[in-house]
T-cell receptor, first 108, second 114 residues
Framework: TQLLEQSPQFLSIQEGENLTVYCNSS?????LQWYRQEPGEGPVLLVT?????EVKKLKRLTFQFGDARKDSSLHITAAQPGDTGLYLC????????FGAGTTVTVRA | NAGVTQTPKFQVLKTGQSMTLQCAQD?????MSWYRQDPGMGLRLIHY???????DQGEVPNGYNVSRSTTEDFPLRLLSAAPSQTSVYFC?????????????FGPGTRLLVL
């Protein structure tokens, strides 16, 4: 059983559309991280959110940490083909636990 | 800086064979770790090290050994490979044993056990 559940598992959209990826858990985390992984590569850290209710923006990416620090979302505005990849969330309690990821494909 | 490097990129083993996956980092990071990534399972921690001479077990340590004789290197040994160890293995490092530090991943080793 995954400690962190990510949804949807797969997402395919047209360039210019918006998308949201969710990361949910029944556990409370001290912080939550989002990574992007491209085929044949290791994950690369995008952002760390620490405070309940926190919102962080990274260009067209918006990350939100739930008020109760059990869930998070990643919203991409006007998606581009370069946003294609596997998006992973990871929650910290005394260790880092990863979700299974959401595979995002942005079609040109 | 080369960052985190892993060798080999691909490996095919027969059941029962042993091998060592190499990992090195040139960032003088104290903390290093090994993960395996399987479809639908996310990344799972195998072993980790908070500094030279110190190692500890993660979530799925059975069938794997590690050592940390230097700050730079953290090899992962498969003692007797099994098909269940078919996976993609990632090595990672960060400056210290603090989850507030950015963790850097290597490019991975893809292992197939027949």
């Amino acid at each position: 059983t995954q400690l962190l559940e990510q949804s949807p598992q797969f997402l395919s959209i047209q360039e210019g559309e918006n998308l949201t990826v969710y990361c949910n858990s029944s556990s409370v985390f001290s912080s939550l991280q989002w990574y992007r992984q491209e085929p044949g590569e290791g994950p690369v850290l995008l952002v760390t959110v620490v405070t309940g209710g926190e919102v962080k923006k990274l260009k067209r990416l918006t990350f939100q940490f739930g008020d109760a620090r059990k869930d998070s979302s990643l919203h991409i505005t006007a998606a581009q083909p370069g946003d294609t990849g596997l998006y992973l969330c990871a929650g910290e309690d005394y260790k880092l636990s990863f979700g299974a990821g959401t595979t995002v494909t942005v079609r040109a | 800086n080369a960052g985190v490097t892993q060798t080999p990129k691909f490996q095919v083993l027969k059941t029962g064979q042993s091998m060592t996956l190499q990992c090195a980092q040139d960032m003088n990071h104290e903390y290093m770790s090994w993960y395996r990534q399987d479809p639908g399972m996310g990344l799972r921690l195998i072993h980790y090290s908070v500094g030279a001479g110190i190692t500890d077990q993660g979530e799925v340590p059975n069938g794997y050994n590690v050592s940390r004789s230097t700050t730079e290197d953290f090899p992962l040994r498969l003692l007797s490979a099994a098909p269940s160890q078919t996976s993609v293995y990632f090595c990672a490092s960060r400056p210290r044993d603090s989850l507030q530090e950015t963790q850097y991943f290597g490019p991975g080793t893809r292992l197939l056990v027949l």
